[in-house]
């Protein structure tokens, strides 16, 4: 590819809006202005264009991602002063890693929430925080309740700690974004199928394209269809995705994308099993044992269109600039996780659907520069997001009469009556109970790293957002008008020392907060006049490259705390979890190659965790017996670690172990808490992998190899717990071109 040079022919000019390329030229003349100032004082410079046509994608280097735009800006992950854990394709590849929530299990201190009052989607927790509100695609909030997919991931970013000045509204666990794969200049493709047990069918495709030589203009398509059913009795999923991206201007100055995510899902939702009264652990029935209906649903459809700009004025000086407007819609029938076997009644975790729209624009602009001896990295921006949502539940009014429910069955059993009136499953939404979100929110952020001496490194960040929202409701939970606001305005500070004695080390101090508003995530109401959520993180750490930088090796001490902590049940009343909570932990972590054929990744997270203050139900406090307790799903332990070796250049071999610690749940209420027990758990998986001539490959994966009985999710307050898969086999072919 020619390279060509981007010149600015005065002190006095930047790049002009007239030499973008299509819908580039609005967004970047509208854009440029803040960045003139800084620009006027740079002198006359070439940048020579980024020669991005390699054999492969960029990111191809096996477990040790080395990179990261988690931070707003492309860095090596060794200079971010924060615990961060990536996790590249090619771990998710090779586990046969299909959804967002097995991929994250590769994540230590993660643990999973099961469908908390009917909530549809991912749900987890991060040091024992809860995180399905820290969800971003791309840098971009991405909070919506469904089940995400792995067909279009280049990596996962992690990013641990109070990441609100980065953000804006966030948590104290941390973030977990979602690097989308993105165009290149090498012709390049493959094709997936995969067929195993309980039957799984699954197939994708990645084609990479060059347009134009001469734009360096490129388009990415990646495609899935998904249909597979459990070990678990009747519970089943079909998904069909597809996630196509043009990019103009690669490596050049002036990168220019358009991208749109299609994921449509249909699912027979699973809610667990319960609990034994007396030993207060899960009832001993079969794994395979279901507690709903073959007419239960979990119907999602997501829709994201994303325009993306970069825009280089030199070597030091950039612009990102983003717009996306997604579309969510989601509807669940299902039915909860129950303590007896056989019944004949139904269990119903309030049927609900939602129709959400969002628009999102954000603008950050970096630069790199020095005064006198001190050389600075500085990044500032503005964002706006707007939020509409509506959501509502499904009429399930008792007709007080029994009939059969044709076609309903479970577990080889028919349930004998059908409380509603409309029928199961139906889809007529309860006048009542409409609700509706409207929220705008706006945020302007800088922040500076300064090498003030050799090796010496100190970051400061501030971040103001604005939240005005309103909330409208037929019900009365929100008072006698139906309707209320919040209006939040909060500052969030990012800092951080770092002293890299040489190439390879990092040593680094940091503290963040955040704050969270209230209400859009969690209950159907405006908060109660509680203040915001407000956490903190106090985080002291270590990173090493090793092996000439093929292995990354971290470890970190933190405290991480929490203010006013929101419950995340919608059908709760319990408004407050806790007043105050912390979580004390230590991390190791390591990613990479050992040699040319040898591939680890793994962690360890040990979490002590205590609520110091207990919360409120509505204005009553929470049972005094709280204060003091470890919060709920929230394990002394995990571990993770898969390995592959590859014996010959056509054969390799791997395999590894997930382990969570015991866990409690408990309802929150005046109540003394009901305490039930999670037990704890290791999951062995393996894989085998033969490659034919660098286009064909073949590869076996066993899914829980032993074979054990394990409860992955947890509802946290308490009904139910949800077991992960029994032994499971899957066959993979993968042809490249």
């Not at 349930?415 to 409309?422: G, H, R, S, V």
């Given at each position: 590819?020619?390279?060509?040079?981007?010149?600015?022919?005065?002190?006095?000019?930047?790049?002009?809006?007239?030499?973008?390329?299509?819908?580039?030229?609005?967004?970047?003349?509208?854009?440029?202005?803040?960045?003139?100032?800084?620009?006027?004082?740079?002198?006359?410079?070439?940048?020579?264009?980024?020669?991005?046509?390699?054999?492969?994608?960029?990111?191809?280097?096996?477990?040790?991602?080395?990179?990261?735009?988690?931070?707003?800006?492309?860095?090596?992950?060794?200079?971010?002063?924060?615990?961060?854990?990536?996790?590249?394709?090619?771990?998710?590849?090779?586990?046969?890693?299909?959804?967002?929530?097995?991929?994250?299990?590769?994540?230590?201190?993660?643990?999973?929430?099961?469908?908390?009052?009917?909530?549809?989607?991912?749900?987890?927790?991060?040091?024992?925080?809860?995180?399905?509100?820290?969800?971003?695609?791309?840098?971009?909030?991405?909070?919506?309740?469904?089940?995400?997919?792995?067909?279009?991931?280049?990596?996962?970013?992690?990013?641990?700690?109070?990441?609100?000045?980065?953000?804006?509204?966030?948590?104290?666990?941390?973030?977990?974004?979602?690097?989308?794969?993105?165009?290149?200049?090498?012709?390049?493709?493959?094709?997936?199928?995969?067929?195993?047990?309980?039957?799984?069918?699954?197939?994708?495709?990645?084609?990479?394209?060059?347009?134009?030589?001469?734009?360096?203009?490129?388009?990415?398509?990646?495609?899935?269809?998904?249909?597979?059913?459990?070990?678990?009795?009747?519970?089943?999923?079909?998904?069909?995705?597809?996630?196509?991206?043009?990019?103009?201007?690669?490596?050049?100055?002036?990168?220019?994308?358009?991208?749109?995510?299609?994921?449509?899902?249909?699912?027979?939702?699973?809610?667990?099993?319960?609990?034994?009264?007396?030993?207060?652990?899960?009832?001993?029935?079969?794994?395979?044992?279901?507690?709903?209906?073959?007419?239960?649903?979990?119907?999602?459809?997501?829709?994201?269109?994303?325009?993306?700009?970069?825009?280089?004025?030199?070597?030091?000086?950039?612009?990102?600039?983003?717009?996306?407007?997604?579309?969510?819609?989601?509807?669940?029938?299902?039915?909860?996780?129950?303590?007896?076997?056989?019944y004949s009644t139904l269990a119903l975790a309030s049927p609900r659907g939602a129709e959400e729209d969002t628009y999102a624009f954000q603008s950050d602009f970096s630069k790199k520069f020095a005064t006198g001896t001190f050389k600075h990295e500085l990044l500032m921006g503005v964002e706006y997001l707007k939020e509409n949502l509506n959501r509502w539940t499904y009429d399930r009014t008792a007709n007080g009469a029994c009939g059969g429910v044709s076609g309903n069955t479970v577990s080889g059993y028919s349930l004998t009556c059908d409380p509603f009136l409309y029928g199961y499953g139906n889809q007529r939404k309860d006048p009542s109970s409409l609700f509706g979100y409207k929220g705008n929110s706006y945020a302007a952020y800088i922040q500076d790293m300064v090498e003030f001496s050799r090796g010496w490194k100190l970051l400061g960040g501030v971040r103001q957002d604005w939240l005005r929202a309103d909330y409208s409701t037929t019900g009365t939970s929100l008072g006698s008008t139906n309707q209320a606001n919040v209006n939040f305005?909060?500052?969030?500070?990012?800092?951080?020392?770092?002293?890299?004695?040489?190439?390879?080390?990092?040593?680094?101090?940091?503290?963040?907060?955040?704050?969270?508003?209230?209400?859009?995530?969690?209950?159907?109401?405006?908060?109660?006049?509680?203040?915001?959520?407000?956490?903190?993180?106090?985080?002291?750490?270590?990173?090493?490259?090793?092996?000439?930088?093929?292995?990354?090796?971290?470890?970190?001490?933190?405290?991480?705390?929490?203010?006013?902590?929101?419950?995340?049940?919608?059908?709760?009343?319990?408004?407050?979890?806790?007043?105050?909570?912390?979580?004390?932990?230590?991390?190791?972590?390591?990613?990479?190659?050992?040699?040319?054929?040898?591939?680890?990744?793994?962690?360890?997270?040990?979490?002590?965790?205590?609520?110091?203050?207990?919360?409120?139900?509505?204005?009553?406090?929470?049972?005094?017996?709280?204060?003091?307790?470890?919060?709920?799903?929230?394990?002394?332990?995990?571990?993770?670690?898969?390995?592959?070796?590859?014996?010959?250049?056509?054969?390799?071999?791997?395999?590894?172990?997930?382990?969570?610690?015991?866990?409690?749940?408990?309802?929150?209420?005046?109540?003394?808490?009901?305490?039930?027990?999670?037990?704890?758990?290791?999951?062995?998986?393996?894989?085998?992998?033969?490659?034919?001539?660098?286009?064909?490959?073949?590869?076996?994966?066993?899914?829980?190899?032993?074979?054990?009985?394990?409860?992955?999710?947890?509802?946290?307050?308490?009904?139910?717990?949800?077991?992960?898969?029994?032994?499971?086999?899957?066959?993979?072919?993968?042809?490249?071109?």
């Amino acid at each position: 590819m020619e390279k060509r040079n981007i010149k600015k022919t005065s002190k006095n000019s930047v790049a002009k809006p007239g030499h973008l390329h299509g819908i580039g030229a609005a967004v970047a003349a509208m854009l440029m202005a803040p960045a003139v100032s800084m620009a006027q004082a740079e002198e006359t410079k070439v940048l020579n264009q980024i020669d991005v046509k390699s054999t492969y994608e960029q990111g191809a280097v096996g477990y040790n991602s080395s990179t990261t735009t988690v931070g707003k800006t492309t860095q090596a992950v060794k200079d971010i002063p924060q615990a961060i854990t990536i996790v590249p394709k090619e771990l998710i590849q090779d586990k046969n890693n299909d959804n967002l929530k097995d991929a994250l299990r590769n994540v230590a201190g993660m643990t999973f929430n099961a469908g908390e009052g009917g909530r549809i989607g991912d749900n987890m927790n991060l040091r024992g925080f809860y995180s399905f509100g820290d969800l971003y695609s791309d840098g971009i909030r991405d909070t919506a309740q469904y089940n995400r997919e792995t067909f279009n991931l280049e990596q996962i970013d992690v990013l641990r700690g109070s990441g609100s000045m980065l953000f804006g509204r966030g948590q104290a666990g941390g973030v977990i974004n979602q690097v989308s794969k993105t165009p290149f200049m090498t012709d390049k493709g493959n094709v997936t199928a995969t067929v195993g047990s309980y039957d799984y069918y699954r197939s994708t495709t990645d084609i990479n394209k060059v347009i134009d030589e001469a734009s360096s203009t490129a388009i990415r398509i990646n495609a899935m269809v998904h249909d597979a059913k459990s070990s678990r009795d009747v519970v089943s999923s079909q998904r069909e995705g597809l996630a196509p991206t043009i990019t103009w201007g690669i490596g050049t100055a002036n990168q220019i994308s358009i991208g749109h995510y299609y994921l449509k899902t249909n699912n027979v939702p699973d809610y667990g099993i319960g609990f034994n009264s007396t030993t207060r652990l899960p009832v001993n029935v079969s794994a395979k044992q279901f507690s709903g209906t073959t007419a239960d649903y979990e119907d999602n459809v997501t829709n994201m269109t994303t325009i993306a700009q970069e825009y280089t004025f030199d070597a030091d000086t950039k612009l990102n600039t983003k717009l996306r407007k997604s579309n969510y819609t989601r509807a669940l029938w299902s039915n909860k996780g129950r303590s007896s076997y056989p019944y004949s009644t139904l269990a119903l975790a309030s049927p609900r659907g939602a129709e959400e729209d969002t628009y999102a624009f954000q603008s950050d602009f970096s630069k790199k520069f020095a005064t006198g001896t001190f050389k600075h990295e500085l990044l500032m921006g503005v964002e706006y997001l707007k939020e509409n949502l509506n959501r509502w539940t499904y009429d399930r009014t008792a007709n007080g009469a029994c009939g059969g429910v044709s076609g309903n069955t479970v577990s080889g059993y028919s349930l004998t009556c059908d409380p509603f009136l409309y029928g199961y499953g139906n889809q007529r939404k309860d006048p009542s109970s409409l609700f509706g979100y409207k929220g705008n929110s706006y945020a302007a952020y800088i922040q500076d790293m300064v090498e003030f001496s050799r090796g010496w490194k100190l970051l400061g960040g501030v971040r103001q957002d604005w939240l005005r929202a309103d909330y409208s409701t037929t019900g009365t939970s929100l008072g006698s008008t139906n309707q209320a606001n919040v209006n939040f305005s909060e500052k969030s500070y990012r800092s951080g020392l770092t002293y890299q004695p040489n190439e390879m080390t990092t040593y680094y101090l940091a503290w963040n907060d955040s704050f969270n508003a209230t209400a859009d995530l969690y209950q159907l109401s405006a908060g109660s006049g509680y203040p915001a959520e407000r956490s903190s993180t106090t985080e002291v750490g270590a990173k090493w490259d090793l092996y000439d930088g093929d292995l990354s090796v971290r470890t970190a001490l933190y405290r991480a705390s929490k203010e006013w902590e929101r419950n995340t049940d919608l059908e709760s009343t319990g408004s407050i979890n806790a007043k105050k909570r912390h979580t004390d932990g230590v991390e190791f972590e390591f990613a990479g190659r050992i040699g040319s054929s040898w591939e680890i990744f793994g962690g360890l997270a040990l979490m002590d965790a205590k609520i110091d203050e207990r919360g409120y139900s509505s204005t009553g406090r929470h049972h005094s017996s709280i204060d003091g307790m470890t919060p709920r799903n929230t394990p002394k332990y995990t571990y993770n670690l898969w390995t592959t070796y590859r014996v010959d250049p056509q054969f390799k071999v791997g395999g590894g172990a997930t382990a969570v610690g015991r866990r409690i749940i408990y309802g929150l209420s005046g109540n003394a808490p009901d305490i039930k027990n999670v037990p704890s758990y290791v999951r062995f998986d393996a894989m085998a992998q033969y490659d034919i001539k660098n286009e064909y490959t073949i590869k076996l994966n066993i899914q829980n190899l032993m074979n054990k009985t394990i409860y992955e999710s947890a509802y946290e307050n308490g009904g139910f717990v949800v077991p992960g898969t029994k032994r499971a086999f899957q066959l993979t072919g993968i042809y490249k071109f």
